[in-house]
Each structure stands twice: as C-alpha cells, then as structure tokens.
C-alpha cells in the first residue's frame, strides 16, 4: 500500500473515531477509576454517588443563550439536573423533548434544569435548537468547554455528549449519565435524590 492511501485511511480512522466521541457514542462508564473516587455505575449506564461521599460540583458560570448570566449557584437549595449538548449530536435532539417534559414535570418540586451547549460556533445554531426543540430552560454557551473542563476528572465529569449531571440540593454532584436520556431515565435518576431530605 502506498503512503498516499494508508494516510487516507489513516485521517478516516480518526474522523470516524472523532465523529463516534463526539455523538456521545462511547459506552464506558468511567474506567477503574471510578470506582476508587467513591461512585457507584448503577444500572442502564447511571453513575451514582452514595449521600456522604459526595463532593461539591464546581462553580459553573456564563451566559446563557440570551446574553444573560447564569451561575449553578443561581439555584442554590435546589435539585439541578445538568445537560451537556450541542446543536450538531443527534442523540442530543432525540433526548431534547423529554428533557423539557420532564424539566415540566418537576420544576415545581424543587428541581432546576441547566444546560451546557458546548462545540457550536455560532450560538445561533443552539438558539434554533432550543426554539425547534420547544426548550424553555436556560443553557450557558460554553462553545470551546471552558466550563465543562471544571468538572474534576475522576469525578462525575462528562466524558460524553450528551451528558446529563444531578446536583444535589446541597450542590454536590450526585448522579451522571453518559447517554440520551428518557423521561423514565430521569425519573429513575431524580427518584432517591427528591425522596432526600434538605
């Protein structure tokens, strides 16, 4: 085989190895790892963190899709359920409905959602999405994953998008998923943190 075909090959192994991350098609649940930072990989790919092995998430900050600053600690005494998605994953799109349904569902039970678009260039593209997926919660336009990177690595970080965090009400990291999500998944995964007590 000549240089000239192996590097084509080689630069599409990559782009299709890059597509893959980035449509949050990767299936591990963290590494061993994990295990060793004190969260526990649950069933149907929830990692879960037991009440007092929880540790604070960091301070997320920006502005949202309107120009407005929103802070993590904005809903301070609140459950926040965190979603990391971009305009351009599909997964993103198939799980964005149920996220509004379910974000719905639980706003007046003391339960915030907060998203994170990340990788889309032109915040256009993500206001669209919003608009076309009916979203009505804020998202902070963390376009080069500035905030994203605050999660501490072998913490509950992202690893995949779409990611969706749980914050406890006492703003520690208690939940993560590394998929597109159902509005059975998140019922599952807010379930014991509601049954908490504050």
């Known amino acids: 085989m000549s240089a000239t075909p192996r590097f084509r090959l080689a630069a599409l192994l990559t782009a299709a190895a890059a597509v893959l991350a980035l ?3 990767s299936t591990g ?10 969260f526990v990989s649950g069933t149907g790919g929830v990692d879960t963190v037991p009440l007092a092995a929880r540790k604070a998430a960091p301070a997320i900050a920006g502005k949202d899709l309107e120009g407005q600053q929103v802070k993590l600690s904005d809903y301070a005494g609140k459950i926040v359920v965190v979603n990391i998605w971009g305009s351009w994953c599909s997964p993103c799109r ?17 339960v915030q959602f907060l998203g994170i678009n990340t990788r889309d260039t032109d915040p256009t593209n993500a206001h669209q999405f919003e608009v076309n ?4 919660y804020p998202s902070i336009y963390d376009p ?18 779409p990611t969706t965090m749980v914050v406890d009400r006492q703003g520690r990291l208690a939940a993560r998923a590394m998929k597109a999500m159902s509005i059975y998944d998140l ?9 908490e007590h504050s």
């Open 187 to 195: 019922d599952a995964m807010l379930a014991p943190l509601l049954a």
């Open 144 to 161: 080069d994953g500035t905030q994203i990177l605050k999660f501490p690595k072998g913490s509950l970080n992202p690893q995949a998008i």
């Open 94 to 110: 198939d799980e964005a409905k149920g996220l509004e349904q379910s974000y719905e569902k639980y706003k007046d039970q003391g």
């Open 29 to 38: 649940s963290g590494g061993s790892g994990d295990a060793q930072a004190g």
């Open 23 to 25: 449509a949050g098609c």
């Open 133 to 136: 997926q009916g979203i009505t």
